[in-house]
């Protein structure tokens, strides 16, 4: 398996511009979520979803938009990307219930808005 | 939501001594408690979690306890090694919700 499979690795946004971060699970996981991780910082809950067709926002939702129409594929959408959108983002795959079972994560997404 | 705070957010300690974490959390319902370990611009990966239904858990060098009538759970790292130095993350789950809080994370350096 695979994992969890995040694509770009690295990515320059202008101001104003618009962008899709991929995540893919092999996993066969319900669980999805996207995480952002500033500098020296802990982990803010973007968006998560608990099946296909399911989404519901985390801590920091404004700015962005995600989409769940397969059990695999989770994209982050950044619409008019601003330099607070700065960041590392992470996308994870659980089995289960967060609250009950591990978290998977892919290699991230090291985004700069310039 | 869950509260959770992690302390220390950095500590150093040196090559052979003990280093510990402690995490609280605000949900008395909160079952589950994992640990993760993010290297230097990696992921975070799980390296130990436990259960309500146990007080404490080992794997080789690493340990967690956990009190659930205090609400605080910490990681233990005995005999540290260079390799060790990481961020380390805590987890807390908001019940029923899907989806969980991690903390702060604390930087631990391990000097040879």
Redesign the interface.
């Known amino acids: 398996n695979a994992g969890v499979t995040q694509t770009p690795k690295f990515r320059i946004l202008k101001i104003g511009q618009s962008m899709t971060l991929q995540c893919t699970q092999d996993m066969n996981h319900n669980?999805m979520?996207w995480?952002r991780q500033d500098p020296?910082?802990?982990?803010k809950?973007i968006y998560?979803s608990?099946g296909a067709g399911i989404t519901?926002k985390?801590?920091v939702p404004n700015g962005y938009n995600v989409s769940r129409s397969t059990t695999e594929d989770f994209p982050l959408r950044l619409e008019l990307a601003a330099p607070s959108q700065t960041s590392v983002y992470?996308c994870a795959s659980s089995y289960s219930?967060?609250?009950?079972?591990?978290?998977f994560?892919?290699?991230?997404t090291r985004l700069t808005v310039v | 939501?869950e509260n959770v705070e992690q302390h220390p957010s950095t500590l150093s300690v040196q090559e052979g001594d003990s280093a510990v974490i402690k995490c609280t959390y605000s949900d008395s319902a909160?079952?589950?408690f994992?640990w993760?370990k993010q290297e230097l611009g990696?992921?975070?990966?799980?390296i130990i979690?436990i259960r309500s239904n146990v007080g404490e858990k080992k794997d080789q060098r690493i340990a967690v306890t956990l009190n659930k009538t205090a609400k605080h759970f910490s990681l233990h790292i005995t005999e540290t090694q260079p390799e060790d130095s990481a961020v380390y993350?805590c987890?807390v789950?908001?019940?029923?919700?899907?989806?969980?809080?991690?903390?702060?994370?604390t930087?631990l350096t391990v000097k040879p």
């Not at chain 1, 020296?40 to 982990?43: A, E, I, P, Q, V």
């Not at chain 1, 219930?97 to 978290?103: L, V």
């Not at chain 2, 990696?42 to 799980?46: A, E």
């Not at chain 2, 789950?93 to 994370?105: L, M, R, Y």
């Open positions: 669980y979520y995480y020296g910082m802990g982990l809950l998560y608990v519901d985390g801590e992470f219930r967060q609250e009950n079972t591990e978290a994560f892919g290699q991230g | 939501g909160s079952n589950y994992p993760y990696k992921r975070p990966q799980l979690d993350f987890a789950p908001n019940t029923n919700a899907g989806k969980s809080t991690f903390g702060d994370g930087t």
